[in-house]
């Protein structure tokens, strides 16, 4: 079902339609374009108060800009839903993140208009640098613009653009978005920064004044110019001592400025656009405006709510009728918990996750104990590095895809030192519908390679907490990865236990085929033996919970027993858990037919992780189908 736009932007297919619309018809372009949101994720679902937040800014941007000529980069894309609908997408736009529509996230395939691929935090500015920096040596003028939020702002990538920006002479125009939010709540200093600047009564005043005489810059000549730059720099430094942290990197900043109202944005934008050099805009804005629910309510929430009722706000939410398991997300944050009130030494950090990692529990249950420290996983993990080396035993929760970002500080600042730094990767596997961008394929492949580092992955809630207890003791790196959503047991909380380090178990006896699980794929497993067994077929199943180190005395007894063998893994096939297996294979000495089943060489896009784990063969389907047909060529004797 196609939701129906306003009459207005029933006209609009791409920024040239906008552009032929009187600037005293964005208001109500803009009150359309809101509504269209809002009309389809509440029917649909999808990020929500990201995109309500910059549709005054998305509007003026397509108005004043010369897209896709103009380069136009979006910081993770969470709000760029209004760019969607506006550059040729809004007929299709009721497809946003389901599997085979539209990509939840700017991607260049899907649109000329998408100019960088994201997903991840704090990479607008160096890509949007970069383009700068391409246009200059190749003598084109053309805008080149990166419109990032403070909770971005926040990771380190974005301060190496901003140093490098100040110093290259492009034309570049860094839009900060500011909402006081990421997904959760904005944290540390730069944050208490911003509101200091947007709260200073005095700087307001002056900076309206210093404004309307910038806006007036064409009418003069050179001179004046220069006259009133330093006049602007002498205001700034005398009333806002603040804004010298732009301005120390050599970045001109404006603002800030309201950034719901579009008439004045695109006065601004224009005049930004005649002012040469790297710039930025500070843009102050509200998560969720325009939507009372979203507005006024919990903001995290509202980031992304699923489906809702959009005249009473209340989000849809199936009832169990039996009971049901918990997200492994839930089970990792309570025991976490439970762990850290036997051993004083526990601490928890999270980049920026709280809420969706459920490190939340923790800071509210220990507030001296658990830390948010910001869009900021290398930090997060070096952080983490520093507390051990003083005794304490940190759990670094970060989602398998934001913990690529800090591979370089898991080997050199935890692993060579051999800390006992216990990492839970959750998201592992396929993230749904946020796509190729957060699906967590990589990990198993990363890590195991990794000196000194334990890889172990739970089938279920119990596995988790028993994992979690043993990487509490084990005195050295210890990593654990579990999959996005919920688990399988809904009377989950078992007594803790350790796990000798590198044991896996034996689920099922069987004969002629050993199927060789790790981590919650051994459900599916399950699953399919069942059917398998209707069938007349008795395939064994073995959990092996760790990659590394592989448990040898189960694989000799699986390779004495067994010629063919089926590995499954929600991670790559390239280097994951298969390929480990045929590594001990070929070191033993043993000789198999070995099935991986497991994320081919290739990017999967979005949609429910069972229809992605269906598209690459091992949902509990497709596995029973690997069964079968190695069966088919078993020898009997």
Known sequence: MQITPGPLLAQIQTPEDLKKFPKEKLVQICEELRHFIVDNVSVYGGHFGASLGVVELTVALHYVLNTPQDQLVWDVGHQAYGHKILTGRRERFHTNRVYGGLSGFPKRKESEYDTFGVGHSSTSISAALGMAMASKYKGTDIQHVAVIGDGSMTGGMAFEAMNHAGVSGTNLLIILNDNCMSIDPNVGALKDYLTDITTSHTYNKVKDEVWNILGKLSKFGSSAQEIISK??????????????????????????????????????????????????????????????????????????????????????????????????????????????????????????????????????????????????????????????TQGLVPFCNIYSSFMQRAYDQVIHDVCLQNLPVVFCLDRAGFAGADGPTHHGAYDIAY???????????????????????????????????????????????????????????????????????????????????????????????????????????????????????????????????????????????????????????????????????????????????????????????
């Open 231 to 388: 006049v602007e720099g002498a205001v700034k430094s005398a009333v806002l001592k603040q804004s010298n942290l732009f301005e120390s990197l050599n970045l001109r900043y404006f603002g800030p400025v309201d950034g719901h109202d579009v008439d004045h944005l695109v006065e601004i934008l224009k005049d930004m656009r005649d002012i040469p050099g790297p710039k930025i805009l500070h843009c102050v804005t509200v998560k969720g405006k325009g939507y009372g629910p979203a507005e006024s309510g919990n903001k995290t929430t509202w980031h992304a709510p699923g489906t809702f009722d959009k005249v009473t706000g209340e989000i849809f939410k199936k009832v169990p009728t039996t009971p049901q398991a918990p997200k492994y997300q839930d089970v990792f944050g309570h025991t976490l918990v439970e762990l850290a009130e036997k051993d004083p030494r526990i601490m928890g950090v999270t980049p920026a996750m709280p809420s969706g990692s459920s490190m939340n529990i923790m800071m509210k249950a220990m507030p001296d104990r658990a830390f948010d420290v910001g869009i900021a996983e290398q930090h997060a993990v070096t952080f983490s590095a520093g507390m051990a």
């Open 447 to 637: 890590f195991r390679c990794v000196p000194n580092l334990v890889v172990a992955a739970p089938m279920n809630e119990e596995e988790l907490r028993n994992m979690m207890f043993t990487g509490s003791t084990y005195g050295g790196p210890f990593s654990i990865r579990y999959p996005r959503g919920n688990g399988v047991m809904p009377e989950w909380k078992t007594p803790l236990r350790e796990i000798p380090v590198g044991q896996g178990r034996i689920i099922r006896e069987g004969e002629d085929i050993a199927i060789l699980t790790l981590g919650h794929m051994g459900n599916y497993a399950m699953e399919a033996c069942a059917s398998l067994v209707k069938e007349g077929l008795n395939p064994a199943h073995y959990d092996m919970r760790f990659v590394k180190p592989l448990d040898s005395d189960l694989l000799h007894e699986v390779f004495s027993k067994f010629k063919k063998i089926v590995t499954v893994e929600d991670g790559c096939l390239m280097g994951g858990f298969g390929s480990a297996v045929l590594e001990w294979m070929m070191d033993h000495g043993y000789q198999a037919q070995v099935k991986r089943l497991g994320i081919p060489d290739d990017i999967i896009e979005h949609g429910e992780q069972i229809e992605l784990h269906r598209e690459c063969g091992f949902d509990p389907d497709g596995i029973a189908a690997t069964v079968r047909s190695l069966a088919e060529h078993v020898h009997v004797s």
